[in-house]
């Protein structure tokens, strides 16, 4: 009886232990939480908290604290917090307070424009990446809504597609949907070579749902290949462009028509899933505010932005420069930079476009970029130089397409022409859809060039559907907590 009560016992704590900690981190004063702060459980090792100020240790992680959690922020007192004696999962942090005269460095004091100079000069040897192995977590939120849906039947030789069943099409697109992506795993490589090694992945999105592109195009070529003859083929025309849409890959392998541009539709491949993240956190990479060709251009073309030291705090017990920036005139974004002031490293970012980054209007199509914001955050790593432990970027726009649409039904295996049959509408739709993609860092260390040659990728890695969040799926991974939307996302039956 007592071996049995000792193994009881033993299973009960085993089961204590594999439980995964989650806290809240708040502000003491006020009780808001505290978005994005760092938690650091051993060196070159941690978490940081979600929007909402809460974040989630691994039983993993909790076995390799040697002391205690050191929680941070910027503007607040950083924090020890030893595990076992943490009986609250609320955490609160105090506010710091601090002389302005601390963080002059031998009595200098540098006006605004100075200080942009000087980040501009540091950048290369500042923001250096080598190669490494990161330990990360990615998650993309994709949002989309249908503004306007309206088809306006013309005629039709086809009596299956008739005015009713178009105007049943419209109805059923439906007018908002929403779409989760979430991967954790090894990321290896530097700035401009990367390879993925994923350990696990889920996508959350209801399958009836679905307004995208490929969504829309497999739900009217169900329609079409259901309502034409065998071995015909779709042409869609709007004006004079045109799409050719095979529904029977034998039936039009041979087609020839000048007049028109054709592109085929095809199915995506599972198979891909790796290398459409990998690309996602390689444009996350190229939209670094140091890097050519990002679209964050304050620093790069300075002279067309007006800068303003606002306030001095600490990150990370180093003493920062606050400083805003915003457009003289005709520039896109305004934001706020947190600057190192002993080696002028930009180590917290934060932006928002001003105006539309691009716009577009012709033949009835039109374009709208909207949306361009975000976060990044940076923290050095063993070499000295800075790289980034959070990126999160929000990316929007909206799309009008207000032009007649003809579907025409083609077969070359019979008598006669080879037009069957077709149908004339006119569709006025209007979109919006916004992407958030969110990358977070959790262990880096430095890798030589062999290492990164032979660090393997699970190329045929699939991710688990989930038709509605499910707090166990990623037990015993490190990821970023999700927020109450995702938290809440359920398929309705």
């Known amino acids: 009886m007592k071996s049995i009560f000792l193994l ?19 502000d003491s004063s006020t009780g808001e939480a505290i978005p994005f702060a760092t938690v650091i459980t051993s060196e070159n090792n941690g978490v940081i908290t979600n929007e909402e100020g809460i974040f989630s240790l691994t039983p993993g992680m909790i076995q390799s604290i040697q002391d205690s959690l050191y929680i941070s922020s910027m503007g607040y007192e950083k924090k020890s917090v030893w595990l076992p004696a943490q009986k609250t999962e609320v955490i609160s942090l105090d506010p710091k307070t601090f002389e302005l005269g601390s963080v002059y460095i031998d009595g200098l004091q540098l006006d605004v424009e100075e200080i ?26 994709n949002f989309s809504t249908m503004d306007k849906v309206d088809f306006q039947f013309k005629k039709s030789s086809i009596p299956e597609l008739n005015e009713e069943l178009i105007q049943n099409l419209a109805s059923k697109i439906p007018r908002e949907s929403s779409y989760y992506r979430e991967v954790a795993g090894d990321f290896y490589g530097d700035y401009r070579s990367h390879k993925f090694n994923i350990h696990k992945a889920a996508e959350l999105y209801d399958k009836n749902k679905d307004v995208s592109v490929d ?7 169900k329609i079409f290949t259901d309502n034409v003859k065998k071995d015909s083929y779709i042409k869609i025309r709007s004006g004079i462009f045109s799409t050719k849409m095979q529904l029977d890959s034998a039936a039009a392998a041979n087609e020839d028509d000048s007049k028109a541009i054709k592109v085929e539709v095809k199915n995506t491949d599972n198979e891909l899933f ?15 505010f140091f890097h050519d060709g990002t679209e964050l251009d304050f620093l790069e073309k300075s002279n067309r ?3 303003k030291l606002k306030d001095y705090s600490f990150i990370n017990e180093d003493p920062v420069y606050v400083i805003e920036f915003s457009p003289k005139g005709n520039k896109d974004f305004e934001g706020v930079m947190f600057v190192n002031t002993s080696d002028y490293a930009i180590v917290r970012l934060e932006f928002d476009n001003v105006r539309p980054l691009k716009k577009f209007g012709l033949l009835g199509i039109t374009y709208r970029h909207s949306v361009y914001r975000g976060k990044m955050l940076f923290s050095k790593d063993a070499g000295g130089t800075y790289s980034p432990r959070y990126i999160e970027l929000e990316n929007g726009h909206q799309t009008g397409i207000d032009r007649p649409l003809n579907v025409i039904e083609k077969n070359k295996f019979v008598k006669g022409r080879r037009k069957q049959n077709e149908l004339a509408i006119h ?6 859809n916004l992407k958030k993609y969110e990358f ?22 699939k991710a688990t559907y989930l038709s509605k969040y499910d707090p166990n799926f990623w037990a015993g991974y490190t990821i970023m907590e999700p927020n109450a939307a995702i938290q809440e996302f359920k398929v309705i039956e």
Do not use: P, W
């Open 8 to 26: 009881f016992c033993c299973f009960i704590c085993s089961i204590t232990v594999a439980q995964n900690f989650t806290a809240k981190v708040v």
């Open 116 to 141: 942009v100079e000087r980040i501009k000069e540091n950048i290369d040897s500042n923001y250096k990446m080598s190669l490494s192995e990161k330990s990360i977590f990615f998650r993309e939120s």
């Open 215 to 221: 969504g829309l195009t497999e739900k009217l070529e």
């Open 274 to 288: 790796q290398e459409r993240v990998k690309d996602h956190i390689s444009e996350l990479y190229s939209q670094l």
């Open 305 to 307: 932005y007006q800068f």
């Open 427 to 432: 569709m006025n739709i209007k979109a919006s």
């Open 440 to 461: 977070v860092v959790f262990n880096s260390v430095s890798i030589s060039e062999s290492e990164f040659s032979n660090a393997s990728e699970n190329l045929k890695v």
